[in-house]
C-alpha cells in the first residue's frame, strides 16, 4: 500500500521560507514521479513543481517559479519543497503526490496523494 507522509508546513510571515517534506512508502518509485500540488479555499487543486524520482528533472508552476524549489533525496524516498520570498497569495493546504511523469500535472488523473499540509502566510 502506497503512504505519502507530508510534514513541515506552518504559519509564515510574508517574506519567509518555510520547508516541505514528503515520504513515500509501499512500493518500488524508481520510474515514478514526485509531484506537489496546493488548494486554497474555494479554488481548485493548482500545479506547484514536480521531479522525477532520479532527480534528473524539474518542473514548477507559473506562480511559483524562482521562488520555490523541489529536490528528492532517492535514498530515502524522500521530497522537499523549499519554500522562499512567501507571499500570503500562497497560503493554501499543500499536498504531496506521486504518480508516472505523464500524470504528474493533471491532480484527476493521479493516483497517490498524501494528506495534506496547512500552510499560512500572514502580511
Known amino acids: 500500500q502506497v503512504q505519502l507522509v507530508e510534514s513541515g508546513g506552518g504559519l509564515v510571515q510574508a517574506g519567509g521560507s518555510l520547508r516541505l517534506s514528503c515520504t513515500a512508502s509501499?512500493?518500488?518509485?524508481?520510474?515514478?514521479?514526485m509531484g506537489w500540488f496546493r488548494q486554497a479555499p474555494g479554488k481548485g487543486r493548482e500545479f506547484v513543481a514536480a521531479?522525477?524520482?532520479?532527480?534528473?528533472?524539474?518542473f514548477y508552476g507559473d506562480s511559483v517559479r524562482g521562488r520555490f524549489t523541489i529536490s528528492m533525496d532517492n535514498a530515502k524516498n524522500t521530497g522537499y519543497l523549499q519554500m522562499n520570498s512567501l507571499k500570503p497569495e500562497d497560503t493554501a493546504v499543500y499536498y504531496c503526490?506521486?504518480?508516472?511523469?505523464?500524470?504528474?500535472?493533471?491532480?484527476?488523473?493521479?493516483?497517490?496523494w498524501g494528506q495534506g499540509t496547512q500552510v499560512t502566510v500572514s502580511s
Open positions: 509501499g512500493r518500488t518509485f524508481s520510474d515514478y514521479t
Open positions: 521531479i522525477r524520482w532520479s532527480g534528473s528533472s524539474t
Open positions: 503526490a506521486a504518480d508516472q511523469p505523464h500524470k504528474i500535472t493533471i491532480a484527476s488523473a493521479i493516483d497517490y
